[in-house]
């Protein structure tokens, strides 16, 4: 089959010339100058192409005003001038978005047409026109390889398969009448299957799958559709655009600097217990940058701490998962304004602030039970410490001790009995307090440290209280540290601008 051969008879079929090219199986940027390719293909040019000011009515000029039976108009210029107005006229420039992403839901008749000309080309071919492997580039790559660079340079972006992403709806006027056609013809060509199953989902995967020569005999098909497809007289309808930005992660890690902060907001029988929370202060400043809807962003933390809790040494690491962002860049004088504005509330405050890709939140999601918390306890004992007491807690060598669940927590966690490793306990005296202990304990992740303190009425087993025999009572608890290197460490308070 000689290329000549072949885009002759595509364009007596009403084939335009993007698509000659698909059948050419054109590849990246040859789509770019449709002459030049098809000069460097052998094939001679349309006699109406190069002779513009030409006799009107010559008959090739009929054809190119008239839909392509093969792409319905998709590879247009007005499409794509039409997809361009749409695009600008949705709420595009609400989003702040380098890179964008097109993803278009194309109607069915678009297969069938294609599998029409599969057998046309067969037909008039023979042999040299595979039965399984498409002649043509398929559709959804040539989306790719010609709407996705134009619309790009048109917008002035970046294609990024995780950037903004432009939903694009299309339907025509013949695939609803189309898709009853092929429900009858998938009846007779897969009488089988049509028996087996009770409602057969006509769907675009199944075309793709069922729907080529080796499959389907061009007779059966031709039933109930023409080879190669029909004429139409109207193109492809945009019917929707939809946008969707992309989900932004945001990291960071927070001091709790106050003992009087939920970690979330804290509500019980509908009442908020406590004004503010942590979540709530971070999202508050750092949310608005990303997106109108603070109440889609997802606030986690590497654990966490009771409200009475401060995290102070390098804080916790913290990130903020922003679904359909209207930007994805934060610069490090915005992040340094975010961090100075958190700050601000005296309650918390945070550092290296940074955007993350989304994989990283592996760090914050996962291995949590085998990290390693550092703590600081304040607590009392009913008498003055003696050297025996401050003895028996200097613990250097790990050991394990057995949990119940708190009866604080019941109200929402399980009851379970969970062991938990306690890997070192330094006890000293408080200065200007014989009665008091400043404990600095080093635990597995997940240890409740109140009554780890004080046994819990033997709840926790061995707790400090029954190593050292007596009662212990735990006055104040801070986080010092937990072992999470992440997010990476980033200043932003130096930035050059
Ligand atoms: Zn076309």
Redesign the pocket.
């Known amino acids: 089959m000689k290329n000549q051969d072949l885009v002759e008879f595509l364009r007596s079929s009403g084939?335009?010339e993007?698509?000659q090219l698909r059948y050419l199986k054109a590849r990246g940027t040859e789509y770019r100058d449709i002459k030049e390719t098809l000069q460097k293909l052998d094939v001679k040019l349309n006699g109406n192409v190069e002779n513009k000011e030409g006799n009107e009515d010559q008959p090739a000029k009929k054809a190119r005003l008239g839909v392509?039976t093969?792409?319905l108009?998709?590879?247009s210029k007005d499409f794509q001038m039409e997809l361009l107005e749409g695009i600008l006229a949705s709420d595009f420039a609400k989003y702040d978005c380098q890179k964008i992403v097109l993803a278009i839901c194309l109607p069915m008749s678009l297969q069938l047409r294609q599998l029409a000309m599969w057998f046309a080309l067969q037909r008039k071919f023979g042999a040299s026109v595979d039965s399984s492997n498409p002649p043509d580039v398929p559709i959804k790559e040539a989306v790719k390889l010609i709407l996705h660079p134009i619309i790009c340079e048109k917008l002035a972006k970046e294609y990024d398969a995780n950037g903004l992403m432009i939903n694009i709806d299309l339907t025509h006027k013949l695939e609803h009448e189309e898709v009853e056609k092929l429900v009858k013809l998938n009846k007779e060509a897969f009488p089988a299957k049509a028996a087996y199953q009770k409602r057969i989902e006509i769907s675009r995967g199944l075309l793709e799958k069922q729907y080529q020569p080796s499959k389907v005999r061009a007779e059966t098909f031709e039933k109930y559709f023409q080879i190669p497809g029909s004429t139409v007289e109207e193109p492809l309808k945009l019917t929707s655009i939809d946008l969707q930005g992309p989900l932004v992660c945001v990291a960071g890690r927070y001091r709790k600097l106050s003992r009087e902060l939920s970690h979330t907001p804290w509500i019980l029988n509908g009442q908020r217990l406590m004004e503010d929370s942590i979540e709530e202060i971070i999202i508050r400043h750092v949310g608005p940058h990303f997106t109108e809807k603070l109440d889609k962003i997802t606030f986690m933390s590497s654990g966490r701490e009771d409200v009475d809790v401060r995290c102070l040494g390098k804080g916790r690491p913290f990130v903020l998962e922003i679904p359909n962002a209207i930007r994805s860049c934060l610069s490090k004088d915005q992040a340094f304004k975010m961090e100075q504005a958190v700050d601000e509330s005296g309650k918390v405050s945070i550092l290296h602030l940074q955007v993350v890709a989304r994989d990283e939140l592996t760090h914050i999601k996962t291995g949590e039970e085998q990290k390693k918390k550092f703590y600081r306890a304040l607590c009392a004992l009913k008498e003055p410490v003696s050297v025996e007491i401050l003895d028996k807690l200097q613990i250097s060598v790990s050991f394990d001790i057995q949990q119940k669940t708190p009866i604080r927590v019941l109200h929402r966690r399980p009851l379970h009995t969970r062991p938990r490793t306690i890997y070192s306990v330094k006890a000293k005296v408080q200065r200007g307090n014989p009665k008091a202990l400043v404990i600095d304990i080093v635990t597995q992740a997940g240890t409740y440290i109140k009554e780890l303190v004080h046994g819990e009425f033997g709840r926790t087993a061995p707790s400090l209280s029954s190593i050292i025999g007596k009662p212990i009572d735990i006055q104040a608890l801070d986080v010092v540290g937990i072992d999470l290197d992440w997010p990476p460490e980033v200043d932003n308070a130096i930035h050059t601008e």
């Open positions: 084939v335009c993007v698509c392509c093969t792409c108009g998709l590879f």
